[in-house]
């Protein structure tokens, strides 16, 4: 209890000297945080202190550190937070309720830690808040989910740490620039501007939760996102393959079902026919479920550029090796299909490429 009491006067001081900038007491307060946090992680190793370093009010104290702007101090918080939860059940799926995330996020404009990285990695899916069923990482709120989706991945914490920390990153798996981290920063400074306000005045204030408001990427969200791949980046590409092909298909064939944006479709059906290009061998391509849809795009009310890309992608699909992907068409053209073909080329006669494509299915 001494020892977070006197966190408490050390951050009190810290952020008068911050105020004041005066550089020498600023140095002496920096030290005396260090050598407190330093002491708590060595008590952490006792069940009896473990047991009052989770205690809410006196864990808000220790979380409420994440405030000061210094990197040594933030690192080592968040190490004795990780020890010190490790140890308990109870307090790891409310954790978001301390503020600890948006704390934290706040500091991503000096650039994020490996530490940084490995405690949102732990805990950023196990958060039991409200809007759980439509938000699963508490990130979602911070991030887009492209970016959130590294963390997962079995050298996580490197490479989110690399992709936060890039100036610039626009590929099909990532779109994220310093820009964004600058707008992640500001967005986060000023839901916490008032606490933090109040929290200059008296440390010992606690956090009380609010539900962050989710940030809008204008520019990422103009963009057509399918299993954490952007589409108009992949279908520019030239040398990127996809790390789940299978996935990434069974995604863009459902997307091809609900999207109606005629710049959607295109690019969705762009997609599937770059994706069979890499690998015609796809599972999902050898019980291709979509013709019949293809075919009524065709005749439907779709401009020339979408009944282009559809015709595209029967063109190629029908051009691979025999496969049943090309048994099941060519039962679905002698059945109905050619019709739809033929009925496409009648209706189409100035559009001479269409037309070319349309023989050229009707040839194979």
Same mark, same amino acid.
């Given at each position: 209890d001494s020892c977070i009491y006197h966190l408490c006067q050390a951050q009190t001081i810290e952020f008068m000297e911050q105020k004041e900038n005066a550089t020498q007491g600023k140095l002496f307060q920096h030290a005396a945080i260090i050598n407190i946090l330093a002491l708590l992680e060595g008590v952490s190793m006792f069940q009896q202190a473990r047991k009052q370093l989770t205690l809410p009010q006196n864990f808000?104290?220790?979380?409420?550190?994440?405030l000061l702007n210094e990197r040594n101090?933030?690192?080592?918080?968040?190490?004795?937070?990780?020890?010190?939860?490790?140890?308990?059940?109870?307090?790891?799926?409310?954790?978001?309720?301390?503020? $600890?995330?948006?704390?934290?996020?706040?500091?991503?404009? =000096?650039?994020?830690?490996?530490?940084?990285?490995? #405690? @949102? &990695?732990?805990?950023?899916?196990?958060?039991?808040?409200?809007?759980?069923?439509?938000?699963?990482?508490?990130?979602?709120?911070?991030?887009?989910?492209?970016?959130?989706?590294?963390?997962?991945?079995?050298?996580g914490v490197e490479q989110f740490v690399e992709a936060m920390n890039t100036d610039s990153n626009m590929d099909p798996y990532l779109i994220w620039s310093k820009e964004h981290r600058k707008k992640m920063v500001e967005h986060v400074n000023k839901s916490l501007a008032e606490f933090i306000e109040h929290h200059q005045k008296d440390p010992t204030l606690v956090?009380?939760?609010?539900?962050?408001?989710?940030?809008?990427?204008?520019?990422?969200?103009?963009?057509?996102?399918?299993?954490? $791949?952007?589409?108009?980046?992949?279908?520019?590409?030239? =040398?990127?393959?996809?790390?789940?092909?299978?996935? #990434? @298909? &069974?995604?863009?064939?459902?997307?091809?079902q609900t999207k109606n944006q005629p710049d959607h479709l295109k690019l969705i059906l762009e997609a599937q026919t770059r994706l069979i290009e890499q690998d015609p061998t796809l599972e999902s391509f050898q019980q291709y479920p979509a013709f019949p849809l293809l075919f009524d795009m065709l005749v439907g009310d779709l401009n020339d550029i979408i009944v282009h890309s559809v015709l595209d992608l029967i063109y190629v699909i029908l051009k691979q090796p025999v496969s049943i992907s090309k048994n099941n068409a060519e039962q679905f053209l002698n059945r109905e299909g050619i019709f739809k073909i033929l009925q496409l080329i009648d209706l189409r006669k100035e559009h001479v490429h269409l037309n070319q494509k349309g023989y050229n299915i009707l040839i194979i």
């Open positions: 808000s104290y220790i979380v409420q550190t994440l101090i933030l690192n080592q918080t968040i190490i004795l937070i990780m020890k010190v939860l490790k140890s308990t059940k109870s307090v790891p799926p409310v954790l978001y309720k301390t503020g $600890i995330f948006s704390f934290i996020m706040r500091h991503m404009d =000096q650039n994020c830690t490996q530490v940084m990285a490995l #405690f @949102l &990695k732990e805990y950023h899916l196990i958060q039991a808040h409200d809007d759980v069923a439509q938000i699963p990482s508490i990130l979602d709120y911070y991030l887009p989910r492209p970016l959130i989706e590294i963390l997962v991945r079995e050298k956090y009380t939760y609010n539900v962050p408001i989710k940030i809008n990427y204008e520019d990422i969200q103009q963009e057509i996102c399918i299993e954490n $791949i952007y589409l108009k980046r992949y279908v520019s590409s030239e =040398q990127i393959k996809i790390d789940e092909p299978d996935v #990434f @298909l &069974k995604g863009l064939l459902k997307a091809l």
